[in-house]
């Protein structure tokens, strides 16, 4: 299949039809100067004949097309209600539908992967927050509650699917949302609660871990400190117990 302008075509058609009209009076007018004048009718009347065949072709050629971009549209509104094109109504449009197929089906797969992708991530997010230790709850930046943690929800019950507001009115979202974009670190509200942002791949601010636990960051900070020294100090003094062992 072509694909050409619509109008650049009736452009060639209208030169084409001219020209052949044209060459046609210009044979005749020849011939009669010359006194060929049954061969020079002769020559006329295959010209008009010429152009009349390439005119009915180029009007059939314009309906084909108007036909062809009906079912191309009609092909794009099966594709927005359902999502996929069966190879029946692609045949419709030739090698172009096949080729429009394939690439839906790419398209189509290339898709499915990524919601793979995003389930798995969900899933390894949920199991993540289940196994901490802390009252932590995981907002999206409309500040619905979307996963908590099982100290959380001992804390404040199940609270899934609600707003954050509702439950901490003093709690301001999009403050946090604002502060963290431009500071790219934790930020703090109300009574020591700690929004924690969660950056995708390209540096925005997709969630928020809300940290309830009211423990300020300062402690937050020399708890974590404290506990990859103690796993430091333990790791240090292991071969040295061994080594004791070992004499």
Not at 3 to 28: D, G, Q
Not at 62 to 91: H, N, P, Q, V, W
Not at 137 to 150: C, F, H, R, Y
């Amino acid at each position: 299949m072509l694909i050409i302008e619509k109008r650049k075509l009736i452009i060639v058609l209208i030169l084409s039809f001219v020209l052949i009209s044209a060459s046609s009076v210009w044979a005749y007018n020849v011939g009669i100067k010359h006194g060929l004048k049954s061969g020079s009718e002769l020559v006329l009347f295959f010209g008009f004949i010429g152009a009349g065949l390439q005119l009915i072709l180029s009007i059939s050629i314009i309906l084909y097309a108007e036909k062809k971009r009906s079912d191309f549209y009609m092909l794009l509104e099966t594709i927005k209600s359902t999502g996929m094109l069966s190879e029946k109504k692609a045949k419709k449009l030739g090698t172009a539908g096949l080729d429009l197929q394939k690439a839906l089906d790419a398209a189509h797969n290339i898709t499915m992967q990524k919601s793979l992708k995003i389930a798995g991530l969900n899933g390894l997010v949920k199991i993540l927050i289940e196994m901490t230790d802390s009252p932590v709850l995981l907002v999206n930046l409309a500040g619905e509650i979307i996963e908590a943690s099982p100290k959380a929800q001992t804390e404040i019950g199940n609270k899934q699917g609600a707003m954050l507001s509702d439950i901490f009115p003093d709690l301001d979202v999009r403050a946090a949302f604002k502060k963290a974009g431009a500071t790219r670190q934790s930020v703090e509200q109300g009574d020591k609660i700690v929004f924690v942002p969660v950056f995708s791949t390209i540096g925005d601010i997709t969630y928020f871990l809300v940290d309830i636990s009211k423990q300020d960051l300062i402690s937050k900070v020399m708890d974590t400190f404290k506990s990859f020294s103690k796993e430091d100090t333990e790791k240090k003094q292991r071969p040295r117990f061994f080594k004791i062992i070992q004499k």
